[in-house]
């Protein structure tokens, strides 16, 4: 994939900057584990309140979503962490990963991620307005999705390290 020189020339600078001081690369780094930490870490939990007050009484369900708008605002906070620290690391050495088929598979399953986060909050909403049976079903199902996609992308972002 062609990169326009100006932007080629600016990733040669930073993968420069990035390979000659240990502290960035391991501050991106830790920029993104912990991204995934906050975001991955408090979606799975979600998940779980989720799948538990799918299947529990009004009382459960009340509390689950009352919890939710505090958990999408780690979320995103968390995955705003994610992409800006995995933007630095790509740039960090664009043309390998750039030639990588295993960089667009992660990016592939990071924008299902997104995309069925936008399902979840349907159900949510479904499930506030009183639409109960059929916003509880798409929240499980966007609950069980979301474990699933965390975890897929998680493994294809180890697998990247020794992919590119
Ligand atoms: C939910 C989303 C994501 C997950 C679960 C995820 C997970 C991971 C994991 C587990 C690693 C390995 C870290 C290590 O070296 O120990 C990694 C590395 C990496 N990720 Fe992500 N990541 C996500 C999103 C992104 C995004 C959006 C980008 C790009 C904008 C990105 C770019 C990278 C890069 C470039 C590396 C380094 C690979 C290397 O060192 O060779 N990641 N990611």
Redesign the pocket.
């Known amino acids: 994939m062609a990169v326009p020189a100006v932007i080629a020339h600016l990733a040669q600078a930073w993968s420069d900057y990035y390979d000659d001081h240990t502290l960035v690369s391991v501050t991106v780094?830790f920029g993104?584990?912990a991204g995934?930490l906050l975001?991955?870490g408090t979606a799975l939990a979600a998940d779980r309140l989720i799948l538990d007050a799918a299947r529990g009484d009004e009382t459960l369900r009340a509390v689950c979503l009352a919890r939710l708008p505090g958990v999408h605002r780690m979320v995103a906070f968390g995955?705003a962490l994610?992409?800006v620290s995995?933007?630095l690391?790509?740039f960090?050495?664009l043309n390998a990963?750039l030639a990588s088929g295993v960089?667009y598979l992660?990016?592939a399953?990071?924008v299902l991620?997104i995309l069925n986060g936008f399902v979840l909050l349907g159900g949510e909403r479904g499930a506030r307005l009183g639409d109960g049976a059929r916003g509880w079903q798409r929240l499980r199902a966007s609950a069980i999705a979301s474990s699933v996609l965390?975890l897929a992308?998680?493994f294809?972002?180890?697998l990247?390290?020794k992919a590119?």
């Open positions: 780094l993104h584990i995934l975001a991955g995955l994610v992409v995995g933007a690391m790509t960090s050495d990963f960089f992660k990016g399953f990071f991620l965390w992308t998680a294809i972002g180890v990247l390290t590119a």
